[in-house]
C-alpha cells in the first residue's frame, strides 16, 4: 500500500503534517483500499498489520482525508509491531475514532491493548457497553491500575472522538476532543508486549465497532498544548 498524500488550503495545515511535527514513534492513517498493510507515515516504517474482517474505505474522519477503516463487531485488529514498555518511557497513543449510528446493547469493545504473552495482556481503552464493570452503560474505561477504571466518558452514537492517551511510570492521562479528562495511577508493568487495536489480548474477544484512523504512537507525552492543537486541526 501506498499512503495517500493530502494537500490542504495554506490556511490550514494538512492533518498529517500538524502530527508529524511531533514527531510520531508511528503513525498509521488507514486509508488503504485493499491489501493487509497498513503503512506507517513516518520514516522508521514501522508498518502494521490488519487481521481478521474490516471494512476499508470508510469515511475519512479528518478533513481532507478520504477514508479511515471501519469495525463491523467481528474479530478484527490492527496488530502493531513493536512494544513500548510505560516502566521505562511515556507512551503516548492517538486516535480519531466515529461511533456506530446504534451502540451495541452489551459486551465491551477494545479501542487499545497490549499483549503479554497468549491471552494475556492489559485492555488500555475499552467501552462497556454492557456495563460490567458497574461504572455506567458505554463508559469509556481503561485497565491500566490493574483493576477497572471509568475516564469519566460516556460514548455516544454516531460522533468522532479524538483520544490521547499518555501513560507514564507514574500514572494515565487522558484528554477528550482537545481537553484533559481524567488521569490516574497506574504501576510499572514489568513487561512491554506488543500493541493490538480493536480487539482484547486474547485476539478474539470483546471486538471494536466503528471506524478508526489517524492512529499514532508517540515514546513522549503531547501535553494539553499539542493534544489541543491536534483536535483543532482534525476539526
Known amino acids: 500500500m501506498i499512503p495517500h498524500r493530502t494537500i490542504m ?36 516504517r514501522r508498518d502494521a498489520v490488519c487481521q481478521g474482517a474490516m471494512q476499508f474505505g470508510a469515511p475519512g474522519l479528518v478533513p481532507g482525508v478520504a477514508a479511515a477503516v471501519c469495525f463491523d463487531g467481528t474479530p478484527a485488529y490492527l496488530d502493531i509491531p513493536f512494544a513500548l514498555d510505560p516502566a521505562a518511557t511515556t507512551v503516548t497513543f492517538e486516535v480519531w475514532m466515529l461511533t456506530p449510528a446504534s451502540l451495541p446493547a452489551s459486551g465491551r469493545q477494545t479501542l487499545l491493548a497490549r499483549r503479554d504473552g497468549p491471552e494475556t495482556g492489559c485492555s488500555w481503552l475499552y467501552i462497556d457497553a454492557g456495563n460490567h464493570d458497574q ?20 460514548i455516544t452514537a454516531a460522533r468522532r472522538y479524538h483520544l490521547v492517551l499518555e501513560v507514564t511510570p507514574a500514572g494515565w492521562q487522558l484528554y477528550v476532543n482537545g481537553q484533559p479528562g481524567a488521569h490516574g495511577e497506574s504501576p510499572p508493568q514489568a513487561t512491554g508486549g506488543a500493541f493490538v ?27 494539553s498544548a499539542r493534544a489541543k492543537a491536534h483536535y483543532a486541526a482534525g476539526r
Open 9 to 44: 488550503a495554506a490556511s490550514r495545515p494538512a492533518y498529517r503534517d500538524v502530527v508529524l511535527a511531533d514527531v510520531p514513534y508511528a503513525y498509521y492513517r488507514l486509508e488503504p483500499t485493499t491489501g493487509t498493510i497498513a503503512a506507517d507515515e513516518t520514516t522508521a
Open 135 to 154: 461504572l455506567g452503560a458505554n463508559s469509556l474505561n481503561t485497565a491500566l491500575g490493574g483493576a477497572p477504571s471509568a475516564t469519566g466518558v460516556v
Open 197 to 223: 487495536v480493536g480487539i482484547d489480548p486474547s485476539l478474539h474477544r470483546d471486538p471494536l465497532q466503528g471506524s478508526i484512523a489517524e492512529i499514532a504512537f508517540y515514546t513522549h507525552a503531547l501535553g
